[in-house]
Nanobody, 124 residues
Framework: QVRLTESGGGSVEAGGSLTLSCAMSGDTGEIGRVAWFHQAPGNEREGVAAIRRRDGTTEYGDSWKGRFRIRRDNARIMSWLIMNNLKPEDTGVYFC?????????????????WGQGTQVTVSS
């Protein structure tokens, strides 16, 4: 079992920045990929970005490419989602997810382990 804990959410004005953190514990040796998902109110969860643990290869959804960055630290077993130039449509709950495997696409593929989510609110 792997446990994921997100932190760093909050409220920010449009154009601002936030960094979300994901701390992982448990049987982390099996993790091959980590991703961040966004769920806007009333919408389904959608993949924002994913990173391969082994070599740091990343993939991004079109809505977030160029504004968001995903990072990981294998020694500290953590991941971050660095969010810049935030827009009101970025509002929602952000989830960290992890799974065995090395394939990052599609972004909306299934993940074995999920955090509880952290709320981000962007005001115009």
């Amino acid at each position: 079992q792997v446990r994921l804990t997100e932190s760093g959410g909050g409220s920010v004005e449009a154009g601002g920045s936030l960094t979300l953190s994901c701390a992982m514990s448990g049987d982390t040796g099996e993790i091959g990929r980590v991703a961040w998902f966004h769920q806007a109110p009333g919408n389904e969860r959608e993949g924002v970005a994913a990173i391969r643990r082994r070599d740091g290869t990343t993939e991004y959804g079109d809505s977030w490419k160029g504004r968001f960055r995903i990072r990981r630290d294998n020694a500290r077993i953590m991941s971050w989602l660095i969010m810049n130039n935030l827009k009101p449509e970025d509002t929602g709950v952000y989830f960290c997810a992890a799974s065995p495997g090395l394939i990052l696409l599609p972004l909306n593929q299934s993940y074995n382990y999920w955090g509880q989510g952290t709320q981000v609110t962007v005001s115009s």
